[in-house]
């Protein structure tokens, strides 16, 4: 398969795998490999991970979309966590990396698209995501009350109430306590319970502006 064939099955396709190119052409699997290695070291190519490719901006159809792209750098994943609290305002920082939570090990990617994370969870609260959609792609993302439980499981340490205000977290409203407290039931948390009593406890105080967040 030459680069000019390749472009003209896949060139719609913001990014692509080997196992795509395997299914489009007779050639043998290790071969087109190589040949996409190859491509990918003269820059007719963008690494994404091992075994996946983006074009270079120059012969790009459609946009890469990096949130579309965290859901299949490592599967199954969601975005969660930081990236999720940023998303729906719950914290007013800008977060720069793509924070995912998957029931696979732990991985790191960097790539032209930007840096994804992806942390641990077990598979029983590998739950309450939704597909949004971002940028014309629909996205598996959690929802605001699975991101928070997402983020404080895996930040070590309890959630006291100056630790929860030190956070600066903000639009509580978005947060159904009902379900922030059902999906905590999942973790089987002591810990993640606490701490969903410590949030409801803040978020009031919020409300009533005695809180300085």
């Known amino acids: 398969m030459t680069y000019e ?3 003209e099955r896949l060139g719609g396709q913001a990014f692509f ?9 007779d050639e043998p699997r290790a071969s087109l490999r190589v040949q996409l290695h190859r491509w990918s070291k003269k820059g007719r190519l963008l690494p994404l991970r091992r075994g996946m490719y983006a074009w270079p901006e120059s012969r790009r159809r459609v946009p890469l979309n ?8 490592m599967s199954p994943s ?3 966590g930081a990236w999720a609290l940023g998303f729906y305002g719950l914290i007013p920082e800008r977060v720069v990396a793509y924070t995912s939570v998957t029931s696979r090990a732990p991985r790191r990617f960097e790539n032209v698209a930007g840096i994804f994370e992806y942390r641990h969870i077990k598979r029983t609260a590998f739950l309450g995501y939704q ?3 971002i940028e014309g792609a629909k996205v598996q993302v959690a929802t605001p009350e699975k991101a928070l439980l997402d983020f ?3 930040s070590a340490g309890p959630w006291t109430p100056v630790r929860m205000t030190e956070m600066r977290f903000q639009n509580f409203d978005v947060v159904k306590p009902r379900r922030l407290e059902e ?8 810990r993640l319970l606490a701490a969903v009593k410590v949030w409801k406890a803040v978020a009031q105080e919020a409300k009533e502006g005695t809180v300085e967040l």
Do not use: C, K, T
């Open 131 to 133: 597909g949004i959609e």
């Open 183 to 190: 999906q905590a039931r999942q973790f089987r948390s002591p």
């Open 5 to 7: 064939e390749l472009f």
């Open 152 to 154: 404080w499981h895996l």
């Open 17 to 25: 795998d080997l196992a795509m190119v395997v299914q489009l052409s």
């Open 78 to 80: 969601y975005l969660s």
């Open 66 to 73: 990096p949130a579309a792209l965290a859901n299949v750098l």
